[in-house]
């Protein structure tokens, strides 16, 4: 089974950058699609950016312009750039595949936008 693994959250002010990874374990990474989620409090989860096998992204509105989704195959990490951050991007990111094929879910990455 493919396990998830997410990193680089964090609190900064509105305005600020943080980078996001997402480590998968096995060697099957790069021949899904892969996606960065998000779910705040009280809310369901949503897909905000996803990229395809041959690194074309695609984007939520509410993100473009301002998020950067790309994937290393040979590291099997897929990242999220993440500028002119907002208090409404406050929430918990998790990647999966694209649809979320994966059974097993990360624990996520905590990221707070708040001055």
């Known amino acids: 089974q493919v396990q998830l693994v997410e990193s680089g959250g964090g609190l900064v002010q509105p305005g600020g950058s943080l980078r996001l990874s997402c480590v998968a374990s096995?060697?099957?990474?790069?021949?899904?699609?892969m996606g960065w989620y998000r779910q705040a409090p009280g809310k369901q989860r949503e897909l905000v950016a996803s990229?395809?096998?041959?690194?074309?992204?695609n984007y939520v509105d509410s993100v473009k312009g301002r998020f950067t989704i790309s994937r290393d195959n040979a590291k099997n990490t897929v990242y999220l750039q993440m500028n002119s951050l907002k208090p409404e991007d406050t929430a918990v990111y998790f990647c999966?595949?694209?649809?979320?094929?994966?059974?097993?879910w990360g624990q996520g990455t905590q990221v707070t936008v708040s001055s």
């Open positions: 990229i395809t096998r041959g690194g074309m992204p």
């Open positions: 999966n595949a694209a649809p979320p094929s994966f059974r097993n």
């Open positions: 096995g060697s099957i990474f790069s021949i899904f699609a």
